[in-house]
Nanobody, 123 residues
Framework: QVQLVESGGGLVQAGGSLRLSCAAS????????MGWFRQAPGKEREFVAA????????YYADLVKGRFSISRDNAKNTVYLQMNSLKPGDTAGYRC????????????????WGQGTQVTVSS
């Protein structure tokens, strides 16, 4: 069982930056691939970024490639999402997720989810 708690969301102007954190419980964090997903009102949940257990392999949605960066610190049981050049279209609730095995880009592949943190980007 893994419990995930996100933090770092907030209100930011377009062009600004935020760093989201996702703290995981448990002693086996390093065996999990991690992902970030987001969901805006009236829209489906969508993939943002994912990272494998070691941090050596990362994946990004085309919409955020070059602006967002995912990383992890296994010693701190934490995964991060650095978001730069934010746009109003990035406004959504962001959730992190964990799964054993390789990183995936679809929500049903993940077993554990955090409650989420809200990101609002004003124009």
């Amino acid at each position: 069982q893994v419990q995930l708690v996100e933090s770092g969301g907030g209100l930011v102007q377009a062009g600004g930056s935020l760093r989201l954190s996702c703290a995981a419980s448990g002693r086996t964090f390093s065996s999990y691939a991690m992902g970030w997903f987001r969901q805006a009102p009236g829209k489906e949940r969508e993939f943002v970024a994912a990272i494998n257990w070691s941090g050596e392999t990362t994946y990004y949605a085309d919409l955020v490639k070059g602006r967002f960066s995912i990383s992890r610190d296994n010693a701190k049981n934490t995964v991060y999402l650095q978001m730069n050049s934010l746009k109003p279209g990035d406004t959504a609730g962001y959730r992190c997720a964990a799964r054993r095995g390789v990183a995936r880009t679809t929500p049903p592949d993940y077993d554990y989810w955090g409650q989420g943190t809200q990101v609002t980007v004003s124009s």
